[in-house]
């Protein structure tokens, strides 16, 4: 009991911390819930009298037609994640299992590319992109999305890999199980954790993107969420309220994806394993 | 078929005797060379080519929207522009306070929260949660909805501070330079705060109990014990995490865009958002990518003293 008290100070320091921390998302939904006209009233109210959930029918199907953008980016985001792993996991492997001339520099350019704004990639790109005619084009944002996330996935995965015990396999091959079903039936399943990972920090990186799109994409019917948001808010007269509620649609698919790793997020940040 | 497979056969009985002479064994079974080629060729393409062509680029007289000038090979006059320009050194020093200010304010802030959550509390899973929540949020989501609180006619923190009488009439803190820096910074420390908290709560766990023991034998404070034991014990850590938060700040380019743009009157404008506006605002490539090599310098030699904190962490 006398413990309980002693830890009141701190139960109210993270309460003030959090209801600061939180007021935005407290904003986006109570906005996304009023009126036009209440969004105008002074003084401002904390919640709507009556919380206006056709905003977000009106916002996906009406005028903004914001599922157009939404399933944009969820091919965009969800190719970006599918060609990261099937470049990333290969290679991963194959630097945490053999040793050969440049593996530490392979390493160490793959960490200096991660830290790459994208903007150095793409003022070389746009040329090559327009000559191919990806500009315009979804797959070209696919596949920078994929030169930024690549080196992150490829740094998970080895970390991931090299904890898994490479005696599996040797016994597998005495066995005469070959290296490609080694990796298939048992390297694979082990690290289905550290793949999923890759995958949904590909899946989030090119959801979150506004410079890869803002370039390439100029055909409003091929704008990614982060575009059709920031063009909305270019506009003289902002719609808060539709706009609110589209920035919710937005973050539920990512808040669902973190849902399911954060536990190994957590996990991770606390064995200090992310470090890998 | 026949033919392959007869020619395959034949290749196979010479094999035996070449392959021990050969240098390099490409089967996938002892050889590393099939598991990296796809990840080579599409860094080849995606990534050494741009950077080479940016360098050239950059060396050119290279405007889009006047063709009729064509594509001049100029040297450093590129670089002699901008070196001489008093607006570049004035975004690279805007650059560097941005990045500071929100860098620092992160810091701070993230480890007081895990100072706190790094106690024998109640509700820990149920705080956690809380905390990740601005890291799920996507970044332009985050902007947008910032924009909207600091908007200057009927933004929520106009209300509060008229409220508390810090102020008479609203205030549109975006459209006046000094509110404007601070409100992106600002935006930029919420996104980035759950990150480091995690970081630092990592490192608080991991620091011996013995330590704050034997330091209270002793006699200390618990001001003595944060200097003396808690803040050396975290400095690898801190290090480590503010270097890399550093470096996405300096990257960051979805905060700032749709809040700003860059204003008013440059007040915003960080060395990204510069390369971005001479590229494909004013279609000046040759500046433009002389500006991006630039930004790729500052973030090699970022990440060669970044790999060096992280070399010297894992010694310890």
Same mark, same amino acid.
């Given at each position: 009991?006398?413990?309980?008290?002693?830890?009141?100070?701190?139960?109210?320091?993270?309460?003030?911390?959090?209801?600061?921390?939180?007021?935005?998302?407290?904003?986006?939904?109570?906005? %996304?819930?009023?009126?036009?006209?209440?969004?105008?009233?002074?003084?401002?109210?904390?919640?709507?009298?009556?919380?206006?959930?056709?905003?977000?029918?009106?916002?996906?199907?009406?005028?903004?037609?914001?599922?157009?953008?939404? /399933?944009?980016? #969820?091919?965009?985001?969800?190719?970006?994640?599918?060609?990261?792993?099937? #470049?990333?996991?290969?290679?991963?492997?194959?630097? %945490?299992?053999?040793?050969?001339?440049?593996?530490?520099?392979?390493?160490?350019?793959?960490?200096?590319?991660?830290?790459?704004?994208?903007?150095?990639?793409?003022?070389?790109?746009?040329?090559?992109?327009?000559?191919?005619?990806?500009?315009?084009?979804?797959?070209?944002?696919?596949?920078?999305?994929?030169?930024?996330?690549?080196?992150?996935?490829?740094?998970?995965?080895?970390?991931?890999?090299?904890?898994?015990?490479?005696?599996?396999?040797?016994?597998?091959?005495?066995?005469?199980? %070959?290296?490609?079903?080694?990796?298939?039936?048992?390297?694979?399943?082990? !690290?289905? %954790?550290?793949?999923?990972?890759?995958?949904?920090?590909?899946?989030?990186?090119?959801?979150?993107?506004?410079?890869?799109?803002?370039?390439?994409? !100029?055909?409003?019917?091929?704008?990614?969420?982060?575009?059709? #948001?920031?063009?909305?808010?270019?506009?003289?007269?902002?719609?808060?309220?539709?706009?609110?509620?589209? !920035?919710?649609?937005?973050?539920?698919?990512?808040?669902?994806?973190?849902?399911?790793?954060?536990?190994?997020?957590?996990?991770? /940040?606390? !064995?200090?394993?992310?470090?890998? | 078929?026949?033919?392959?497979?007869?020619?395959?056969?034949?290749?196979?009985?010479?094999?035996?005797?070449?392959?021990?002479?050969?240098?390099?064994?490409?089967?996938?079974?002892?050889?590393?060379?099939?598991?990296?080629?796809?990840?080579?060729?599409?860094?080849?393409?995606?990534?050494?080519?741009?950077? @080479?062509?940016?360098?050239?680029?950059?060396?050119?007289?290279? +405007?889009?929207?006047?063709?009729?000038?064509?594509?001049?090979?100029?040297?450093?006059?590129?670089?002699?522009?901008?070196?001489?320009?008093?607006?570049?050194?004035?975004?690279?020093?805007?650059?560097?306070?941005?990045?500071?200010?929100?860098?620092?304010?992160?810091?701070?802030?993230?480890?007081?929260?895990?100072?706190?959550?790094?106690?024998?509390?109640?509700?820990?899973?149920?705080?956690?949660?809380?905390?990740?929540?601005?890291?799920?949020?996507?970044?332009?989501?985050?902007?947008?909805?910032?924009?909207?609180?600091?908007?200057?006619?009927?933004?929520?923190?106009?209300?509060?501070?008229?409220?508390?009488?810090?102020?008479?009439?609203?205030?549109?803190?975006? @459209?006046?330079?000094?509110?404007?820096?601070?409100?992106?910074?600002?935006?930029?420390?919420?996104?980035?705060?759950?990150?480091?908290?995690?970081?630092?709560?990592?490192?608080?766990?991991?620091?011996?109990?013995?330590?704050?023991?034997?330091?209270?034998?002793?006699?200390?404070?618990?001001?003595?014990?944060?200097?003396?034991?808690?803040?050396?014990?975290?400095?690898? +850590?801190?290090?480590?995490?503010?270097?890399?938060?550093?470096?996405?700040?300096?990257?960051?380019?979805?905060? +700032?865009?749709?809040?700003?743009?860059?204003?008013?009157?440059?007040?915003?404008?960080?060395?990204?958002?510069?390369?971005?506006?001479?590229?494909?605002?004013?279609?000046?490539? @040759?500046?433009?990518?002389?500006?991006?090599?630039?930004?790729?310098?500052?973030?090699?030699?970022?990440?060669?003293?970044?790999?060096?904190?992280?070399?010297?962490?894992?010694?310890?």
């Amino acid at each position: 009991m006398s413990k309980k008290w002693r830890n009141l100070p701190t139960h109210i320091g993270l309460w003030g911390i959090f209801i600061i921390m939180l007021f935005p998302i407290w904003i986006m939904l109570t906005t %996304s819930l009023q009126t036009y006209e209440g969004i105008f009233n002074w003084p401002p109210e904390w919640f709507p009298e009556i919380p206006q959930w056709s905003n977000y029918v009106n916002v996906w199907g009406g005028d903004y037609q914001f599922s157009a953008p939404f /399933f944009n980016s #969820l091919i965009i985001a969800s190719s970006t994640a599918i060609i990261t792993i099937l #470049l990333a996991f290969p290679a991963a492997y194959g630097i %945490s299992r053999f040793s050969f001339f440049g593996r530490n520099s392979m390493l160490f350019i793959v960490l200096v590319t991660q830290m790459f704004s994208p903007i150095v990639l793409i003022v070389g790109l746009y040329q090559l992109a327009q000559n191919y005619n990806l500009l315009n084009s979804l797959f070209g944002v696919i596949i920078t999305n994929c030169a930024l996330t690549l080196p992150m996935a490829v740094w998970l995965l080895h970390g991931y890999l090299k904890s898994v015990p490479e005696t599996l396999e040797q016994a597998a091959a005495m066995d005469g199980c %070959s290296r490609m079903k080694g990796i298939i039936k048992i390297v694979m399943p082990l !690290s289905a %954790s550290g793949i999923a990972m890759a995958g949904i920090y590909a899946f989030i990186m090119a959801w979150n993107d506004l410079l890869i799109p803002l370039i390439f994409i !100029s055909d409003s019917h091929l704008r990614p969420i982060s575009l059709a #948001l920031t063009d909305f808010a270019g506009q003289n007269i902002v719609y808060w309220h539709q706009m609110m509620a589209a !920035s919710v649609i937005s973050t539920f698919p990512i808040a669902v994806m973190f849902s399911f790793v954060q536990k190994y997020f957590i996990k991770g /940040f606390m !064995s200090g394993a992310i470090k890998e | 078929m026949f033919k392959i497979t007869s020619y395959t056969k034949a290749s196979d009985t010479n094999m035996g005797v070449k392959k021990r002479s050969m240098r390099f064994n490409i089967s996938p079974e002892k050889s590393p060379f099939f598991y990296l080629l796809p990840l080579i060729l599409f860094m080849l393409i995606m990534v050494a080519y741009p950077i @080479g062509r940016i360098l050239y680029i950059s060396l050119t007289s290279n +405007i889009m929207t006047r063709p009729d000038l064509g594509v001049q090979f100029i040297g450093l006059e590129n670089y002699a522009n901008l070196f001489t320009s008093m607006a570049f050194w004035e975004t690279v020093g805007r650059t560097g306070a941005w990045t500071a200010l929100s860098v620092g304010g992160k810091t701070a802030i993230a480890l007081g929260i895990a100072l706190l959550l790094a106690r024998d509390i109640a509700f820990k899973r149920f705080y956690l949660i809380l905390l990740m929540i601005p890291w799920v949020t996507p970044m332009v989501v985050a902007a947008v909805t910032w924009r909207w609180i600091f908007d200057g006619q009927f933004g929520m923190l106009n209300y509060i501070l008229m409220q508390v009488n810090i102020l008479q009439e609203p205030y549109v803190f975006l @459209g006046h330079k000094m509110s404007a820096f601070i409100a992106t910074a600002i935006t930029d420390m919420w996104l980035g705060i759950p990150f480091l908290a995690m970081m630092f709560l990592a490192g608080l766990q991991s620091i011996p109990v013995e330590l704050h023991e034997s330091a209270s034998m002793d006699g200390a404070s618990k001001l003595q014990k944060f200097i003396h034991v808690t803040l050396p014990m975290m400095k690898p +850590i801190i290090l480590v995490a503010t270097t890399m938060s550093g470096i996405w700040t300096f990257n960051s380019f979805g905060v +700032i865009w749709p809040m700003t743009h860059g204003g008013p009157v440059d007040a915003t404008q960080t060395l990204i958002v510069q390369a971005y506006k001479l590229s494909f605002g004013s279609f000046d490539l @040759g500046m433009g990518a002389a500006i991006a090599v630039v930004i790729f310098i500052i973030l090699t030699i970022c990440t060669v003293l970044y790999k060096r904190l992280l070399m010297r962490q894992e010694e310890l």
